[in-house]
Every structure is written in C-alpha cells, then in structure tokens.
C-alpha cells in the first residue's frame, strides 16, 4: 500500500512539472527567436539589418571625410542582371552621405553625337576628381553585356571592348583611382519573382521597360556574355567581385562592409561641435504676410477627384 503510495505522489509530481517544463522550454525558443537576426524563412529580419546598416553608415560618412581631407579618388562599378537589386544597393550606400561626395551616375542610352564618340569617352568624364567617389550605376560594361546580348554593338566592336578595357583600368588604377567593381548575381526564379512584382507596383513602374522584357528572354545569352566578360576583365587590378543577391538585405550589407575593407580610410579627428548662442532678436518684427502655407493633407488621396 505505501509502495502505491509513493507511486501515485511520483506520477501527481510529474503531472505537475510537465506544464512548467513544457512553458520553460517554449521560452527558451521564443527567447531563441527573439535574439536571432533572422526570420524563419532564414533571411535577415528588418530590426538586424537597420541596425546593421546604421553602424555601417557611420562608416561611410568617415569615408566621406576621409576622401574629402585626403582627395583620394574612388570608383564604384554595379553591375549584373535586371532586378538583382543594384539600385537598391547603391541607395544604402548614398542615403546618409553628401551626394556631392558620393556621386551615382546612370547614363540613359547614348546620344547620336555620344555614338559617334570613341566608347568609354562619356564614361571617363564622371571618373572621379579628388574627394569624390563615383558609383556607376550601370558602366562601361554596358557594351559587354545588354549591347551585345540585344544586337547594339557588333562581335568585333564587343571583343576590342573586352580586350582594352583591362588597360583602361590599368590606366585608371596606376593613376592613383580605387576601383571596385561588383556583379550582382540574382537567381532565375527570384528575378522572375522581383519582375512579376514590379508590373502591380505603381512606384516601381518605371524599372520594367520594353527592352527589360526582351531581356529577361534571354537569360543563358547573358550568361554566357557575363562569363566572357569575366574571363577577359577579371584583372589583379581591377577583379570582380561577385555578390549572391537573391537575399537583398545580406547583398547590401555584404557589398558595403567588402567595399569599406577596400578603402584604406582613417577617421579624421575632429573638435568637439556646441552651437553658438543665437543672436537677439533686437528690433526684428514677425511679418504680417500672408503666408501660403501648404494645407495638411495626411490620410487623404493622392490626388482629388
């Protein structure tokens, strides 16, 4: 009878510390999940990457300052297919910085005069001065891949491109420029996913135009392009550096720590800021004017009517 006993209080206790074993162990994983840096699909959650991204940021206005007390020259080149996030990238590098410091060009298609120049000639007057950092959006590069993949530019002008480029940047690097270059490499279905997206998207409208769905066509005719191009220009001055970018917060949180480990900059010192005491206001008057102030107009359409 007290064997029975004891065994009936053993099973009660155990009853009884199941409940609290099972919350202590849903805490864990929820406490687990609280202090991962990434969503259950495995891709970084939006807290991780801001933050992340803030602390890069504080890096890049060094940079900045760096470039501007030294005059050194950077050169930026984005490159790869459509919608593998080259913008978007290029945007978290710019957004905190002076844009006549950080400068982005993305030339539209040349002009009838621009063609008749030797090619890389409206490239070279956007190549950085001192205390610039130029960040092609888009490049010379054009010529290897969407001109030559759509019929723009002929096999012979695109293999002469492919064999002066590497002394162009030679060229460039020897003069004392920092060149990076950079290919996004998106996957097939996540483009398609990326693409499909902008059709039903008003603000991303403008990113799919006709010579976008002509391209997306011909994927393995862009591979193959891309993989000449880097065979003939991935140079020990001037390589590729590739960037897996179907995840687009890693890409550009990659992109911007890679190119940081590549600019030699040192944070200037600097004297510790106080504002100046404002002057008084004297004998000035507020105006009696009729001011036409912008109505308040949150929470209502864009437009009316």
């Known amino acids: 009878m007290s064997k029975n006993n004891g065994k009936d209080r053993k099973s009660r206790r155990d009853e009884a510390a199941a409940p609290a074993g099972a919350l202590l162990q849903a805490k864990r994983k929820a406490d687990a999940k609280a202090a991962s840096p990434f969503k259950p699909d495995g891709k970084l959650s939006r807290k991780a990457y801001e933050k992340a991204l803030?602390?890069?940021?504080?890096?890049?206005?060094?940079?900045?300052?760096?470039?501007?007390?030294?005059?050194?020259?950077?050169?930026?080149?984005?490159?790869?297919?459509?919608?593998?996030?080259?913008?978007?990238?290029?945007?978290?590098?710019?957004?905190?910085?002076?844009?006549?410091?950080?400068?982005?060009?993305?030339?539209?298609?040349?002009t009838e005069r621009e063609k008749s120049q030797m090619y890389v000639q409206r490239y070279m007057q956007h190549f950085p001065a001192a205390g610039e950092i130029v960040i092609f959006d888009r490049s010379w590069y054009n010529r290897a891949g969407v001109e030559r993949v759509?019929?723009?530019?002929?096999?012979?002008?695109?293999?002469?491109?492919?064999?002066?480029?590497?002394?162009?940047?030679?060229?460039?690097?020897?003069?004392?420029?920092?060149?990076?270059?950079?290919?996004?490499?998106?996957?097939?279905?996540?483009?398609?996913?990326?693409?499909?997206?902008?059709?039903?998207?008003g603000r991303k409208l403008w990113k799919l135009s006709p010579m976008d769905l002509k391209s997306y066509s011909r994927w393995y005719d862009y591979s193959r392009a891309r993989d000449e191009m880097f065979k003939a220009t991935d140079s020990s001055w001037a390589p590729w550096y590739v960037v897996h970018?179907?995840?687009?917060?890693?890409?550009?949180?990659?992109?911007?720590?890679?190119?940081?480990?590549?600019?030699p900059y040192k944070a200037p010192k600097r004297e510790k800021i106080e504002l100046p005491k404002r002057q008084k206001a004297g004998d000035y008057v507020e105006p009696d004017y009729p001011w036409k102030v912008i109505p308040d107009t949150v929470g209502q359409p864009p437009r009316a009517g």
Not at 152 to 180: S, T
Not at 248 to 261: G, Q, S, Y
């Open 54 to 110: 803030f602390d890069l940021h504080v890096e890049l206005v060094k940079v900045q300052m760096w470039a501007k007390e030294t005059g050194a020259r950077v050169c930026i080149v984005f490159e790869g297919r459509d919608g593998a996030g080259k913008g978007g990238t290029i945007k978290a590098i710019t957004e905190r910085v002076s844009p006549r410091v950080f400068r982005v060009v993305a030339l539209p298609a040349p």
């Open 150 to 201: 759509m019929g723009f530019a002929n096999d012979e002008q695109v293999h002469y491109f492919l064999n002066m480029a590497p002394a162009v940047e030679k060229a460039m690097v020897d003069a004392g420029i920092i060149l990076l270059k950079y290919w996004l490499e998106v996957s097939m279905d996540e483009q398609t996913r990326r693409l499909e997206a902008r059709i039903d998207d």
């Open 245 to 263: 970018s179907d995840d687009k917060k890693r890409a550009r949180l990659n992109v911007i720590r890679h190119l940081l480990h590549h600019i």
